[in-house]
């Protein structure tokens, strides 16, 4: 069972695309001050954490757009659903549910290890490939040569 009393970096997250692990430590720390705000913390917490997601969502789906990334569909699909979350969680925060907004942090810890695993891994092992695949190589044919002794 998940400890909800804090939401803490684990090792199996990293996925040796700098970038991409860091901002994962940034979510990572937004969704536990998410966690263990103070009632009158509570809307600054969740801008904040609004601030990271679309920051990280943002670029990861630019990335995937740029490189025309086969798996974007679902991914694009799976940030969206989160920052739809986030306006339905700030409503109801706006009309005094507190609870809703560490409900919101617990369901985000569930959701992220699985992220994580499974889309997130996807597109740092395609940007890594694409980036060692970009090196540039320039094999340079002996054409005239070859075609000069035909
Ligand atoms: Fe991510
Ligand atoms: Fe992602």
Redesign the pocket.
Known sequence: MTDVSEFAWHDEFALGHQS?DD??HE?VACVHALLTASDGHLRHALDDFADHARR??GE?DASMRETTYGSAGCHIDEHSAVLKSIDEVRERLDKGHTQVVRAFARALMDWFPE??RVM?QGLARWLTQRRLGASPIVIQRRRHATAATL
């Open positions: 991409m901002m994962h979510f990280h969502f990861e992220h994580v997130d």
